[in-house]
C-alpha cells in the first residue's frame, strides 16, 4: 500500500518552456503532498506543501509564480515550472501523506528528472 | 526553522561489519525522525523511523535511537551487506521535513 506514482519520469525541454510534473497517490487519499527538488549529490529540499483544495505554503526562496502547485483533489497534485531555465533542471520528487496531525509517514513518488536546454 | 545536521559524509565498511549514521536537530519542536534509503536515480525509501515518546526502535539489522534531550538520533546497521551500499538521510519534522545532508555508505564484500 502507499504508492506514489510521478509523470513523466524524465524531461528535456527548451528553454522559456513550462513543463506541468503530475504526481498521484494510487491506493490511498492524500491529505497533503510535498514537492522536493535534489541537485545531484545533494539532500532533499523542501519546495513547497500543498493541501487539497488549498493553497500551497512555499518554503523560503521558492518562487511561487515560478513553481506553480496544484492540488485539486486527494489524489493529485501537479507542479508547473513556468518559463524553465538551465538552473531550473533537477530531479523533483513529491510525497505524500495520509496524515496532517502531527507525526506522519512521508511516501515518495519515483522523481521526475527536468533537462533544460 | 528546523536544521539538521548529518555525520560522516561518506563511511566505508567491510560486510558483516556496523555501520553508525548520526545526526542532530534543532528544534525541540520535532516529533518524527525517520530514515531514508536512497539508490542513485531512485526515490527516497523510508527504511526505520522512530516518534519523540520512543528512545529506541529496532527492525531486524537496523535500529534507531532518539536522545530528546540532546537533540540527537542515530542509525545502527549491523550485519551490514554489499546491498545496504546508498545513500542514507536523516528526517526531523512533523507536518514537514527537514532532511540531512546524507551520507554515502559503501559496504565492501
Known amino acids: 500500500g502507499a504508492v506514489v506514482s510521478q509523470h513523466p519520469s524524465r524531461v528535456i525541454c527548451k528553454s522559456g518552456t513550462s513543463v506541468k510534473i503530475e504526481c498521484r497517490s494510487l491506493?490511498?487519499?492524500?491529505?497533503?503532498m510535498f514537492w522536493y527538488r535534489q541537485f545531484p549529490k545533494q539532500s532533499l529540499m523542501l519546495m513547497a506543501t500543498?493541501?487539497?483544495?488549498?493553497?500551497?505554503?512555499?518554503e523560503q526562496g521558492v518562487e511561487k509564480d515560478k513553481f506553480l502547485i496544484n492540488h485539486a483533489s486527494l489524489t493529485l497534485s501537479t507542479l508547473t515550472v513556468t518559463s524553465a531555465h538551465p538552473e531550473d533542471s533537477s530531479f523533483y520528487i513529491c510525497?505524500?501523506?495520509?496524515?496532517?496531525?502531527?507525526?506522519?509517514?512521508?511516501?515518495f513518488g519515483p522523481g521526475t528528472r527536468l533537462l533544460v536546454l | 526553522g528546523e536544521n539538521v545536521e548529518q555525520h560522516p559524509s561518506t563511511l566505508s565498511v567491510q560486510e558483516g561489519d556496523s555501520a553508525v549514521i548520526k545526526c542532530t536537530y534543532s528544534d525541540s519542536a520535532s516529533n518524527y525522525f525517520p530514515w531514508y534509503k536512497q539508490e542513485l536515480g531512485k526515490r527516497p525509501q523510508l527504511i526505520i523511523d522512530?516518534?519523540?515518546?520512543?528512545g529506541e526502535k529496532k527492525d531486524q539489522r537496523i535500529a534507531v535511537t532518539l536522545n530528546k534531550t540532546a537533540k540527537h538520533f542515530s542509525l545502527h546497521i549491523t550485519e551490514t551487506q554489499p546491498e545496504d551500499s546508498a545513500v542514507y538521510f536523516c528526517a526531523a519534522g512533523g507536518g514537514k521535513l527537514t532532511f540531512g545532508q546524507g551520507t554515502i555508505l559503501t559496504v565492501h564484500p
Open positions: 491506493d490511498f487519499q492524500a491529505t497533503t
Open positions: 500543498s493541501n487539497e483544495g488549498s493553497k500551497a505554503t512555499y
Open positions: 522512530i516518534r519523540s515518546n520512543v
Open positions: 510525497s505524500a501523506t495520509t496524515d496532517n496531525r502531527g507525526a506522519e509517514t512521508q511516501y
